[in-house]
Structure formats: C-alpha cells, structure tokens
C-alpha cells in the first residue's frame, strides 16, 4: 500500500465533494458538509436530504402529509489505509431512524464498499442515502412527542421555504409576485400580502369582522374560510387586530345575551361564554369567575 497515494486520494474526495455540497462556512453549503484533517485523519460529516420520491414512500402510514424529512447525518472518519485497503469508518444520527434501521443501513454501505473497494465511496453513499433508502428503510420511526414534533416543524419549514422561492398570481391586484410578498391561506387560496392586508383592514375599519374570509367567490359563501389569527398576526399591525377583537366581541355578547357577558374584572373587559351546566354561572379565561345579571 502506498500511504501516500491514500492522502493525495482522501484529499482529493474531499475537494470534489465541496465543490458538490459546499466548502464548510461557505454560503452555499446546504448539506452542512465539513471536514479537517489537519493533526490527524480526515474526519467530517454531511446532512443528506432524502429524496422526496423516498420520503413519500416512507411516510404513507402517517396520517400527516409529510413532503420532507430532516436530513440524516453521515458523520466519517477516514484511516490512513483509505480507500485502497480500509473502509471509511462511518455514523448515521437522524431522529426518525431506529437502531435497527440504521444497522440495516450500516450494511447497505458496506455491500457498496465491497463493490467499489480501491475508490472513493463516499459520494456513493450520500446517493444510497438520498435516492435508495426504501430498499432498506420501509417506514420512519417515532419515538416521542419531540421527534414528531422535530419532523412537523422541519416540514413546515421547507415547504415555507420553497413557496418563497415560486412567484404567484394574485387574485386581488392580478399581478404576479414573489413567494416572499406573498400568503397561502388555510383554505390554499393566495394572494400577495399588501392585498390582502389592505382588503382585511377596510373590513375591519368598517366593522364587517364576520366577513373576514378569504377573499375567493367560493370561500366567501363557505363559513369555513375564515381568516386564522395566526393568519391575522402575519397580515395586520397589532393595533388592527385589537381593533378587531374588541368589535368581535361587542358583537358577540350583542348577539345573545343569554349566553354571553362582560367580565366585570377591572381591566379585563372580555366577552365570556357561560356554563350551559350551571346557571348564571360565568367563568372568564382571566380566572375571575362571576354571576350573570
């Protein structure tokens, strides 16, 4: 073996894979790909996206619609004999991965070490990770609430990412706009944020708040197309959305006083529904409970 014909190799593998997933620190480095080798052998990582063909397969039995997957992370560390005579010493972590799927993963990258001995292999495995999982992997595992929580939150926030990167007609102005100035409301409908902010504050200036829907033909016959409050809270300063609840409000208790109250507490001031159990009986979400008049 020549031990130098392995580091020129190693160090070669490793400049052709930054320059495919980015140089540790650069701004194109998406896959979280790094590496050092300075006082001893070469030992770094990477963060490999499973492709969304896999991702699908292996989500089928979720009752979520789940379009991406934290990445796993292939952490290796190269002895001095690689790769024309040892194999790159390798670590698998991902949160939806079991021990036992990750030990079936373990052999999936020693079959293709033996199939490509004398070489680079790492690439290979990255591919075997992002394209060839489900030959391996059937479904995800869920351990705790924290992992499917990790999982949610990861989804939300790529498919965020990517309605960014699209640009969209809206259907107020008919323009067309960046992902980035724009809104997909819970219904699907978009429309550019300066649109709809504007259309959701005349109502509201107006006291139409039970006609904040979404602002489509269809959606406004429906009386599920209501805006969110969280939908509220991207669009309107605060100032608006407390001008909405409290005609909200006024509205509300108005409508039925048999039903509703005003908490009497000083400063709070807030519509409260009654208990149908209890006559009378009224208990505000301030902890103060109370009698109705």
């Given amino acids: ?24 620190g650069s ?21 490999v996206e499973v492709d969304s063909s896999v991702v ?58 033996q199939q490509q001995q004398g070489m ?28 499917r929580e990790t999982i949610m939150s990861y989804d939300r926030k790529q498919k965020h990412k990517q309605f960014e990167q699209q640009t969209y007609t809206c259907a107020i102005c008919i323009e067309e706009q960046s992902g980035r100035h724009c809104i997909r409301l819970s219904c699907g409908h978009i429309f550019c944020r300066a649109c709809l902010a504007s259309y959701l504050s005349i109502l509201i200036d107006d006291g139409s708040v039970n006609q904040l829907k979404c602002p489509d033909v269809q959606c ?9 409050d969280a939908e509220m809270n991207e669009l309107l300063t605060a100032e608006q959305v ?16 048999t039903r509703y109250a005003w908490c009497p507490r000083a400063g709070c001031n807030r519509g409260v529904e009654c208990d149908s159990q209890i006559d009378r009986l009224c208990q505000c979400p301030c902890g103060y409970a109370f009698c109705r008049l």
């Fill in 242 to 257: 407390q001008r909405y609840k409290r005609i909200y409000e006024q509205r509300k208790v108005d409508s039925d006083w």
């Fill in 1 to 24: 073996m020549n031990e130098d014909e392995c580091v020129e190799l190693q160090q070669c593998e490793m400049e052709a894979l930054a320059a495919i997933y980015g140089s540790s």
């Fill in 120 to 147: 680079g292999v790492l690439h290979s495995y990255i591919d075997a990770l992002k394209y060839d999982l489900a030959s391996t992997v059937h479904s995800i595992s869920i351990n705790s609430e924290q992992d």
């Fill in 27 to 47: 701004e194109d480095n998406n896959s979280g790909f790094e590496y050092s080798g300075d006082s001893g052998p070469i030992q770094g990582s990477v963060d």
């Fill in 56 to 113: 699908q397969q292996l989500t089928q039995n979720m009752e979520e619609k789940i379009d991406y997957l934290p990445p796993i992370r292939m952490a290796f560390t190269l002895p001095p004999a690689y790769p024309l005579v040892d194999a790159p010493d390798i670590t698998i972590s991902c949160c939806w991965l079991d021990n036992q799927a990750i030990d079936a993963i373990r052999q999936q990258l020693s079959d293709i070490w």
């Fill in 220 to 228: 406004r016959k429906s009386s599920s197309a209501q805006i969110s």
